[in-house]
């Protein structure tokens, strides 16, 4: 056998007598058992065989080691394919094999103390998972310490390693410690007890030291501190039974704490050592990982233990909780259900668990068993939301919350505090706090209602009648406000068509001597006649505005009589439309009378109704109509008569507005002889803007009007229709309207009436009915069916009459200068009226052009700023920009109010759109103090509040002016 230099490392003690020689002599002790078959077998089949971490035992370095070795043997074949030789290779894995075997016994300590639950499992399975490994643990000994600790020095060398320092400290260790188990060590050997330690003896110092500094302390036979009953066992998988002659001792202390002086330490486990392995550096390194290994398990166990012991603690602290619980809750209940104050607890999943003797009374829940939503229930509807609102901040917010509620269980009123007219509902003030737990969950809540039902009827009564006059007090205001604007356009017209008419008498009187009589000229005779037309309409207008209020005054002081006669209803509407010819041929609205099959039917002729109230109603919804279908693209008004033997109500009883069971309903007097009862239904439709069912519920409301833009774009005092509504229940009917957005509206009223026994001529389809034609002379023909009466007019045919127009586009400017000469020789004034109001626009103008003024017009805010970007204020104006001088604004108007307006000359001023201040004078019927300094703070310049005459006006414009220069 030859072999080379790193042999020489396998061969050990027998090199070098082992080269030349052969190894089946000087291998003699392992020839047989392992190589014998390998040569032979090489032999026979020529193969070559690979052996992987065979264990052997070498004599190297002093001693008999444990080595791995992967080797090869090849054969080496003769001339004549013989085997002839080996060659033989030989790589040491000693390293890594060791590492597996150390790290497998690392896991199992891992695995087997995971399933502990107490210290007892614990140090069981610590054991067993070193009985897998004998060759690097040869014995296990573990030990429990049993006793608190006591302060001792421990002294031991300064020493540093790779795993800390250790040095001398003051050291807390166990009195004494008991055995716990032991792997492969006879048990008769073993001290079952060590008692307190004696700095005398070498195994207690190296114990102290292991735990004061939480590093493994080796013994050993040649340092004369391995006990002596760990002296003679053998190592069971050596060769030749060599004995251990070395061990390290373990501290396990459980990294739940990090207690410097070793005191968490609960015992220590004593490693056999490998004899076949010397205890160096990797070696060193494997076993602090187990004893870190064994102090993280056992913190877990004592974690555990820690906690079940808590556990069973809280339950005796629970327990005895339990009993002062229920003492104390004895005691409040039997306080509780003596007071008059209601108590309730309700717990975390909404469950009143408590309830007094008050409480079940107020509620009227008198189940054991109720739940919080059940409470609710018992409180009245009115207050229910508020009740939901403040219960949910107690249980989601948990927020102390204290609010009044009315329950639906009735209390007997014992004062005068209740009036008839107060539902003696009983009232509480609930006072509800939220109990939260230590995670911030809500435990309970706990409750007391207090009955306040007296204070609330008392508080109640105060209340209504507060809000009763100041409800009164608003609708007066704003009644005064729109009759006042209603009154004061008019009248403001009427004021400048008198001047205009005394100024037209004076300039005639004064331009004629005494010798020749005054003349009038053909055109100041027209436009003093469109004057005096103007004043009428006007007057007209605040005519009807004032009956209005005289009825509303009859209506609420009961004086407002019916009187039935026999009446021929389709002449009272006839006469209704005949009024509003006039109108309706300036607006341009045809308008037509249309009686139904079903009052021709029933052979209809008189009836007993009051024709005065009849003809008020009609007057009121046809003039409503009239004013919101001016605007549309098409203009019709339709009158319906019908009638019918049953109730219409009760067909369509949605379409009916539903009247006061306090109404009186006339009846027909005792003189007259009476026929069979029928109700007629009247009927007004139109094809005006229409109306939303928001809208649709605001009508027939004393002041009111559908919304807030109607009386700004349409006028009126909000009265009409509440005044229809009163008449016709007083009548003992009932009224109401349908209606779609921009399609029309159509207002529907029946009357119970009985027919009366008159002569009255058959209706058929060849009656004659007269029809307005547009030149104004009537022409009788035969009507075709449906029955009709028409009114017809077309705009252009009275060119000098004030007819009200649509609203403009916002680019469309009516501009009008004058073309006359200045009566007056100061500097022309160039004025823009901004008026919707078409005759309160024209009078003015023509006023001022009298004056030389150069008057431009406006409908609304809209036109207003279209027209200032053509004038010089505007920065893009050139040569020919108009020379504005001041802008006569007024505050409603359609499309865009004069407020609105101001607003926007203001902030273009600001951001250099209009280079110059604009002079704005605000033309208003808003006349109270507090609305002419909306204006004057939206930003006018003065307020003339109507009804304004020409001569103040132009002196307010020329002061302004003159502080503007």
């Known amino acids: 056998m030859i072999y080379n230099e790193r042999f020489v490392e396998f061969a050990g003690q027998k090199h070098p007598r082992l080269m030349g020689s052969t190894p089946v002599i000087e291998y003699a002790e392992v020839w047989d058992t392992m190589f014998a078959a390998i040569i032979k077998r090489g032999k026979e089949k020529r193969e070559a065989t690979r052996h992987k971490d065979v264990q052997l035992f070498l004599h190297r370095h002093g001693y008999l080691e444990e080595v791995f070795v992967t080797y090869t043997f090849v054969p080496i074949l003769g001339a004549d394919a013989s085997v002839v030789g080996f060659y033989h290779t030989a790589v040491e894995t000693t390293e890594q094999v060791l590492a597996m075997r150390r790290t497998h016994t690392l896991l199992g300590i891992g695995n087997h103390t995971t399933s502990a639950r107490s ?8 054991l067993a ?55 492969r060590i006879p048990i008769t050997g073993i001290p079952m007890s060590l008692e307190a330690l004696n700095d005398q003896d070498h195994f207690s110092q190296a114990v102290r030291k292991c735990i004061s500094t939480g590093q493994a302390t080796e013994l050993n036979r040649d340092e004369h501190n391995l006990p002596d009953w760990l002296c003679d066992i053998n190592h069971e998988s050596s060769p030749d039974a060599t004995k251990c002659n070395s061990a390290v001792v373990v501290p396990i202390r459980p990294t739940a704490r990090d207690e410097g002086d070793g005191q968490n330490a609960i015992g220590f486990i004593v490693l056999g050592l490998n004899p076949h392995r010397k205890y160096e550096e990797t070696y060193e390194r494997y076993v602090h990982l187990w004893g870190r290994q064994m102090a993280t398990s056992a913190a877990s166990v004592v974690l555990l233990e820690q906690e079940i012991r808590r556990q069973e603690q809280l339950a005796i602290q629970l327990s005895i909780s339990a009993k002062t619980q229920r003492q104390t809750q004895a005691r409040f209940s039997r306080f509780a259900e003596l007071a008059d104050v209601a108590m309730w607890i309700v717990d975390g999943e909404d469950q009143v668990i408590y309830a007094n003797r008050a409480w079940r009374e107020q509620t009227q829940l008198h189940d054991e068993i109720q739940m919080a ?3 609710i229930k018992a409180v009245a509807p009115d207050s229910r939301a508020t009740v939901e609102k403040a219960w949910k901040r107690v249980v989601e917010e948990k927020c102390p919350q204290v609010f009044e509620a009315q329950l639906t269980s009735p209390k007997a009123a014992t004062d005068d505090a209740a009036s008839e007219k107060t539902p003696k509902l009983r009232w509480i003030l609930c006072s509800a706090f939220p109990e939260v737990g230590e995670g911030g969950t809500l435990e309970s809540v706990w409750a007391c209602n207090t009955d306040i039902s007296h204070q609330k009827w008392a508080e109640a009564l105060v209340e209504q ?18 009759t006042s604007h209603e009154m004061r356009n008019p009248l403001s017209a009427i004021m400048q068509c008198a001047d205009g008419i005394v100024s037209s008498l004076n300039d005639m009187l004064t331009s004629a001597d005494q010798t020749t009589p005054a003349a009038f000229s053909q055109s100041t005779i027209n436009v003093m ?30 004086l407002l009589t019916v009187t039935l006669v026999a009446t021929d209803p389709i002449g009272t509407l006839e006469s209704a439309l005949k009024l509003h010819q006039r109108e309706l041929l300036n607006a341009g609205i045809t308008g037509s009378l249309i009686v139904e099959d079903s009052y021709k039917d029933l052979g209809i002729g008189g009836v007993f109704l009051d024709p005065s109230r009849l003809l008020q109603l009609l007057i009121n919804l046809v003039a409503n109509a009239i004013k919101f279908t001016q605007f549309a693209d098409q203009r019709k008004i339709s ?31 005792n003189q007259l002889v009476a026929g069979m009862k029928v109700y007629l239904n009247f009927a007004v439709e139109d094809t005006g803007c229409g109306l939303n069912e928001e ?47 921009g399609k029309g509206s159509t207002f529907k009223f029946f009357l119970p009436v009985q027919t009366a026994p008159v002569e009255t001529p058959p209706i058929n389809q060849s009656a004659v009915w007269p029809i307005l034609t547009p030149s104004g002379r009537g022409t009788a023909i035969a009507s075709d069916v449906p029955h009709a009466t028409q009114v017809v007019g077309r705009q252009e045919e009275m060119p000098d009459a004030p007819i009200p127009t649509a609203i403009t586009q916002p680019t469309e400017i009516n501009n009008h200068s004058s073309k006359t000469k200045p009566s007056h020789t100061e500097t022309e004034l160039h004025i823009l009226v901004v008026e919707d109001n078409l005759i309160n626009q024209k009078v003015m103008a023509n006023q001022l052009r009298k004056l030389g003024a150069a008057v431009y017009v406006a409908d609304h805010g809209l036109d207003a700023l279209a027209f200032l970007d053509k004038t010089h204020f505007s920065k893009d104006a050139s040569g020919d920009s108009i020379p504005l001088s001041v802008v006569l604004l007024d505050s409603e108007m359609p499309v865009m109010d004069g407020l609105t307006c101001i607003k926007y000359i203001r902030e273009r001023q600001q951001t250099g759109i209009y280079t110059k201040w604009v002079p704005v004078v605000g033309v208003t019927a808003n006349a109270r103090p507090e609305q002419v300094k909306k204006a004057m703070d939206a930003g006018m310049d003065e307020v003339a509040t109507k009804p304004v005459r020409i001569a103040t006006l132009m002196e307010q414009i020329r002061e302004l002016l003159s502080r503007e220069r």
């Open 119 to 126: 210290i007892k499992d614990y140090w069981a399975a610590l």
């Open 129 to 183: 998972a070193f009985e897998s490994n004998p060759q690097d643990v040869p014995y296990v000994a573990a030990f429990e310490f049993k006793e608190l600790s006591e302060d001792i020095s421990a002294r031991s060398s300064s020493t540093n390693n790779k795993y800390g320092p250790s040095s001398t400290a003051s050291s807390r260790v166990p009195r004494s410690c008991g055995f716990v188990g032991a792997v």
């Open 373 to 375: 939503s059940d409470w």
């Open 465 to 482: 009648r507060l809000s009763d006059v100041l409800e009164t007090k608003r609708q007066s205001e704003n009644f005064i406000d729109m």
């Open 529 to 558: 006649l469109e004057m005096a037309q103007t004043i009428v309409l006007c007057a007209q207008h605040q005519n009807r505005i004032v009956n209005d209020i005289l009825t509303l005054s009859k209506l609420d002081a009961s």
């Open 639 to 669: 009158l319906r008569l019908g009638a019918s033997l049953d109730n219409p109500a009760a067909a369509d009883d949605h379409d009916y507005f539903v009247g006061r069971s306090s109404r009186v309903i006339a009846e027909t007097p």
């Open 695 to 741: 809208e649709r519920q605001r009508l027939f409301l004393r002041f009111s009007q559908a919304n807030q833009r109607t009386h700004v774009q349409y006028g009126g005092s909000g009265l009409g229709l509440f005044i229809c509504k009163e008449i016709v229940e007083l009548c003992g009917g009932r009224i109401g309207v349908t209606s779609q957005p």
